[in-house]
């Protein structure tokens, strides 16, 4: 698994940024999640994730550690598995390490008292039958006030005898012992000659045996005797020559016995450094002699002589590889300034002098030394408060959170108490500190949550207002006259399937029934009943016949009274009562008469 800024390891440690990579290794810086701290989150490289050898010398490196309490011991908080591969959660140690104090110069002094915390935590493991094999400047950090902390037991074993094979070498060459590099059996003996090579750079600035490859290095080592380190420093005293002489002994048993007898020897050197012994010097004569010839040709070679040197170009290059760089072509460091920028922390991005400098010249050009280069290193993006930009405009939030040096990831969200267009939140939140230069999510509101109009187009009105009323939209309605059953939606507005905000008014059309129409009732009375059937039909009004007994002969089978009367508007298709004579002699009255009725 490839871990980026902001992830989440094993759900408690959140990624910040890389601090640097090892062989087997990246580091990256990691806040704690559970409890209120920064760590130093070491992930094995993946290609090494499925060696059964290396995931054993990881987790060797945390066991080896998280056994060692000691102030000047990294301390081991946690390991576990991400992905594919391994993690060790440690300190975070806010420092330099000792290879820049070297590259930056150390007194004698200040050299000792490094070297003596070295020695307190090699001690302190050997006790407890741990040997580190891999002892060097990079695996030492220093903080502000002085404490010097032992890092990396990644090739550490328990006990004395223990190595991956016969003749291999782990480590790394210029700091490790003859037998060690010859791939024997190492002891403590093995850690107190790598703090002596320790101590001859701290004090010199260079390793007592230098090579191309591990071979001439070792060789070297077999063959040579080292140079004191006054030779190169004349502040180091006979006695700490003498130190520095035993630790670095071919032979194990030749060597100070243990971390606490080196210690006391170095309380011994500074107690009383001896006294340092006198130049010799020449006679006179040859000295006035050697200046008379010599003076007219050293002025003119240091008059004339080309005092310029090309500097090597580290920008772009990691911290260590660009002082290994300077050193090798004969530059030393000098300031380094740290400054927040959005690149690799330990990243060079600037160095002064670059290109074709000018030597350091001394009495007319006859002492030339090379500048030292001042290098401005990255301290990574740095942390920077998260502006609070709630209640602003996506546009205006936006470049507020733009202009304090972050980028933006907008998502939206229905809110029922938040404008449309107005920020309801971020994350990080307003007020939390986090790396310049990460991503922020702004959440923007996209006004209140809209409802979908149900289908209520031929369903009963009081089923329409249920459906609506359901979803939180209201109604109002008309009624109009059709075809279709009285009480049936004809229409609504808006359309079935359209997104509107609760509490929107659906207009609904009602059907009324069919619309009626009204016509005259004729004059019916007199006519035959079969005339007056015929006129109502054709009326478009129903007829419903009643009889009555007259006695007045003309009147049979006529109509001889109606209701509604004649003239009266009625609905299409009413029913019109007609009431039809049938002649009984009988019934009361007289004879022949009409009474009354015309007869046709």
């Known amino acids: 698994m490839r871990l980026n800024e902001g992830m989440v390891v094993d759900n408690r440690y959140r990624i910040e940024y890389l601090i640097g990579s090892g062989g087997m290794a990246d580091v990256w810086l990691a806040e704690d999640l559970e409890l209120p701290r920064r760590v130093a989150l070491k992930v094995l490289h993946e290609r090494y994730a499925r060696d059964p050898e290396f995931i054993a010398r990881f987790r060797r490196e945390a066991e080896s550690a998280a056994s060692l309490q000691h102030v000047n011991i990294v301390s081991i908080f946690d390991r576990g598995q991400v992905g594919d591969t391994y993690y060790i959660a440690m300190a975070y140690l806010d420092g330099r390490t000792l290879r820049?104090?070297?590259?930056l110069g150390l007194t004698p002094q200040e050299s000792v008292a490094i070297v003596r915390q070295i020695l307190e935590?090699?001690?302190?493991?050997?006790?407890?039958?741990?040997?580190?094999?891999?002892?060097?400047?990079?695996?030492?950090?220093?903080?502000?006030?002085?404490?010097?902390?032992?890092?990396?037991?990644?090739?550490?074993?328990?006990?004395?005898?223990?190595?991956?094979?016969?003749?291999?070498?782990?480590?790394?060459?210029?700091?490790?012992?003859?037998?060690?590099?010859?791939?024997?059996?190492?002891?403590?003996?093995?850690?107190?000659?790598?703090?002596?090579?320790?101590?001859?750079?701290?004090l010199t600035g260079r390793v007592p045996f230098n090579g191309d490859t591990a071979v001439a290095v070792t060789l070297q080592q077999l063959k040579e005797e080292p140079v004191p380190p006054s030779h190169f420093n004349p502040a180091v005293s006979p006695a700490l020559d003498a130190v520095v002489s035993r630790a670095l002994q071919r032979e194990p048993y030749e060597r100070f016995p243990d971390a606490d007898s080196f210690i006391a020897a170095l309380d011994a050197a500074e107690a009383d450094p001896g006294e340092l012994e006198e130049e010799k010097k020449s006679p006179w004569r040859?000295?006035?002699?050697?200046?008379?010839?010599?003076?007219?040709?050293?002025?003119?070679?240091?008059?004339?002589?080309?005092?310029?040197?090309?500097?090597?170009?580290?920008?772009?290059?990691?911290?260590d590889s660009a002082i290994s760089t300077l050193s090798d072509e004969g530059f030393k460091v000098g300031d380094i300034e740290r400054v927040h920028?959005?690149?690799?922390?330990?990243?060079?991005?600037?160095?002064?002098?670059?290109?074709?400098a000018d030597k350091n010249c001394a009495f007319l050009g006859w002492f030339c030394s090379n500048p030292k280069v001042d290098l401005t290193v990255s301290g990574g993006p740095g942390q920077v408060e998260v502006p609070d930009v709630t209640g602003l405009s996506e546009e205006d939030a936006g470049n507020q959170l733009e202009e304090a040096g972050f980028t933006t990831n907008v998502e939206s969200e229905t809110s029922s108490e938040v404008d449309s267009g107005l920020v309801i939140s971020t994350d990080p939140a307003g007020g939390e500190m986090v790396r310049r230069g990460s991503s922020v999510t702004v959440t923007v509101s996209s006004g209140v949550e809209q409802v979908k109009v149900p289908p209520v187009v031929g369903q009963t009105l009081n089923a329409a207002k249920q459906q609506l009323s359901a979803v939180g939209l209201d109604f109002s309605s008309s009624e109009e006259s059709s075809s279709r059953p009285a009480g049936e939606v004809l229409t609504q507005s808006p359309d079935a399937g359209s997104s509107v905000d609760p509490g929107t008014t659906v207009t609904l059309t009602v059907s009324s029934g069919p619309e009626e129409t009204t016509v005259s009732v004729p004059s019916l009375v007199g006519l035959s009943q079969s005339d007056a059937q015929s006129q109502l039909a054709s009326a478009g009004l129903v007829p419903s016949i009643q009889t009555e007994s007259t006695s007045i002969q003309p009147q049979d089978g006529r109509v001889i009274a109606q209701s509604p009367d004649p003239g009266t508007e009625v609905a299409d298709g009413s029913t019109v009562v007609l009431t039809v004579g049938s002649y009984d002699p009988n019934t009361g009255g007289g004879g022949g008469d009409s009474g009354g009725i015309g007869i046709d």
């Open 100 to 103: 820049e104090l070297i590259s």
């Open 121 to 202: 935590a090699a001690g302190f493991a050997h006790r407890h039958g741990v040997v580190h094999r891999d002892l060097k400047p990079l695996n030492v950090i220093v903080d502000a006030t002085g404490l010097a902390t032992v890092t990396d037991f990644g090739i550490a074993r328990a006990g004395i005898s223990e190595i991956t094979e016969e003749g291999s070498i782990m480590g790394t060459v210029h700091y490790l012992s003859p037998e060690q590099a010859q791939g024997y059996e190492v002891s403590p003996q093995s850690d107190l000659y790598s703090v002596g090579v320790i101590l001859y750079e701290c």
């Open 286 to 319: 040859w000295i006035l002699i050697g200046l008379a010839v010599l003076v007219g040709l050293l002025i003119a070679w240091g008059m004339t002589r080309d005092h310029s040197i090309e500097v090597p170009k580290v920008v772009g290059s990691n911290l």
């Open 341 to 356: 920028q959005p690149v690799p922390n330990n990243q060079v991005v600037g160095q002064d002098p670059s290109g074709d």
